[in-house]
């Protein structure tokens, strides 16, 4: 799920919007960062959402008189490269990143935010870093992949992951870049976000042995995001048709208009369903996969 921050206008994964257990913020984590307070901007799409999750919203109330108060002002490119790094900095594996790491990355982009003319962002992800002043050497200095490259593993595997099937941007080492040093072509794969961070440091052959282990789990995976991706486009459908509704009756009760909303409705109630159920069976597949890596790591010991 992304959503929308009221304050920088970048559309990023939900979890920066996440503040703790069940509570979703109507501005960004790194906004939060420049010190901005949640109770002066309104977000109807985190508000809706953490309505039907029956979460806390934590942002301007409703009803309450929102001042007029003044946005990032990034134009559509600075948007799109500045969210992209954010994403690929998301995508790193967790040794690679901890709240000290991400705090000092947050501080960097707000500084690129607020003049993002004196940096140019090009799509690799260590040269972006380091041009933005943060400390890569012991991180990314093997890592030297660069736009091309990753643009080339993309279309070789047709965005597909290459572990569980379903739809991958991450270019993931096979052997772990920081102990073998090899960007080869041969040594570069395509995962989805979970399964890049899921790997992680282990072993590429014990990694994609034990995904084919569970092929009916994977397979399951592949239809829950599908399913998922066929319903979004469905509701979406039917929130535009209610937007040209809108313009074209004033009248709220109309009854073209309240079967819209019945429809939105509807698909949300679905959609809310089918995820958590490809929630669990994430979980699953992410304990079945940790378990068989720790007893490989006691094997290791012996």
């Known amino acids: ?26 501005i960004c984590d790194i906004c939060q960062v420049r010190g901005l307070q949640l109770g002066d ?35 559509k490119s600075q948007k799109k490269r500045c969210a992209s790094l954010i994403d690929a900095f998301d995508a790193l594996t967790g040794s690679w990143q901890n709240t000290k790491m991400r705090r000092d990355f947050y501080r960097r982009i707000i500084a690129w935010q607020d003049q993002p003319a004196a940096t140019v962002i090009t799509g690799n992800l260590p040269n972006d870093l380091a041009k933005l002043g943060f400390d890569v050497d012991r991180l990314f200095d093997k890592n ?5 490259t990753r643009a080339y593993i993309r279309e070789k595997f047709h965005h597909q992951c290459q572990y569980c099937g379903r739809y991958g941007d991450s270019v993931d080492h096979k052997d772990r870049v920081t102990l073998s040093d090899d960007n080869r072509l041969e040594n570069l794969t395509l ?15 014990q990694f994609w042995q034990w995904n084919q282990e569970i092929p009916a789990t994977l397979a399951q995976l592949r239809d829950y995001e599908k399913t998922l991706q ?15 509704q809108r313009h074209l009756n004033a009248e709220i009760r109309d009854p073209q208009l309240v079967a819209l909303r ?24 992410h304990d079945y996969i940790i378990s ?8 290791q010991k012996e």
């Not at 992304?2 to 109507?26: E, G, P, V």
């Not at 799409?45 to 002002?73: E, F």
């Not at 995962?191 to 052959?205: D, F, H, T, V």
């Not at 019945?262 to 597949?285: A, M, P, V, W």
Request: hydrophobic share 30%.
């Open 41 to 75: 901007f309104e977000n109807t799409q985190t508000r809706a959402l953490a309505t039907v999750r029956q979460w806390v919203y934590l942002g301007l109330p409703t009803g309450a008189p929102q001042q007029s108060k003044q946005r990032l002002s990034l134009n």
């Open 230 to 244: 066929r319903l979004n486009v469905q509701q979406k459908t039917y929130q535009n048709r209610l937007a040209v």
């Open 191 to 205: 995962a989805c976000r979970e399964c890049n961070k899921l790997k992680g440091s282990m072993p590429y052959q």
């Open 292 to 299: 068989h890596y720790e007893t490989w790591q006691l094997e």
């Open 1 to 26: 799920m992304r959503l929308k921050c009221q304050y920088c206008r970048l559309t990023l994964d939900q979890q920066h919007f996440i503040l703790a257990d069940k509570q979703l913020t109507s």
């Open 144 to 148: 030297t992949l660069d736009y091309t």
């Open 262 to 285: 019945k429809q939105i409705k509807l698909f949300q109630g679905l959609i809310d369903g089918e995820d958590s159920d490809y929630q669990k069976l994430i979980q699953t597949r």
